[in-house]
T-cell receptor, first 119, second 117 residues
């Protein structure tokens, strides 16, 4: 079973609709992230959460909101979808290592992605 | 602010040959980590290798090695003995240790690698 799951895997919607993408993890990690991937731009950070009570905007948060319902769940919402939000969306998790968190082996584990198309 | 640059949109390599994928970075953080991820056509992100800015030796993981040149701010990925299954998109990414970059990954634009038989 996958450690990081995303639902739905594919979604087609219309401009103006509200959409929620969900992410669940069984890794026990405290940190969760939402990215979007566009061709030629790599992955860009939308929102991130270092624990249930800590949510932060990333590089491209406009038009998005998030909810951290529990340590294992982090949802991304598009309040009123627009065509330029068509992209591949990834959820990721990581774990803080040590109080000072000196950079060490600390990869992010990605979900399988959600392909969203806004018509 | 952090920035990752991958200047090769696409690369081609013959099966069993070695290939180097370029990555340069810019950061003001004294401590940072560099990552490479592979994204096959199926879309998932697969972690390949990690290099810490204070690590004395270049990282290696099987056929993957990271050519880390701190003074040049480069972290190139070297894949030895290429296989057909290596055909994929490859992303370089950086994580900072301080300020607004703390704990967050910044990605490059990616390089599409095609391995020819």
């Amino acid at each position: 079973d996958a450690d990081v799951t995303q639902t739905p895997r594919n979604r087609i919607t219309k401009t103006g609709k509200r959409i929620m993408l969900e992410c669940s993890q069984t890794k026990g990690h405290d940190r969760m992230y939402w990215y979007r991937q566009d061709p030629g731009l790599g992955l860009r950070l939308i929102y991130y959460s270092f624990d249930v009570k800590d949510i932060n905007k990333g590089e491209i948060s406009d038009g998005y909101s998030v909810s951290r319902q529990a340590q294992a769940k982090f949802s991304l919402s598009l309040e009123s979808a627009i065509p330029n939000q068509t992209a591949l969306y990834f959820c990721a998790t990581s774990v803080r290592r040590g109080r000072t968190d000196r950079i060490s082996y600390n990869e992010q584990f990605f979900g399988p992605g959600t392909r969203l198309t806004v018509l | 602010a952090q920035k990752i640059t991958q200047t090769q949109p696409g690369m081609f390599v013959q099966e069993k040959e070695a290939v180097t994928l370029d990555c340069t970075y810019d950061t003001s953080d004294p401590s940072y980590g560099l990552f490479w991820y592979k994204q096959p056509s199926s879309g998932e992100m697969i972690f390949l290798i990690y290099q810490g800015s204070y690590d004395q030796q270049n990282a290696t993981e099987g056929r993957y090695s990271l050519n880390f040149q701190k003074a040049r701010k480069s972290a190139n990925l070297v894949i030895s003995a290429s296989q057909l299954g290596d055909s994929a998109m490859y992303f370089c990414a950086m994580k900072g240790a301080g300020g607004t970059s703390y704990g967050k990954l910044t990605f490059g634009q990616g390089t599409i690698l095609t391995v020819h038989p």
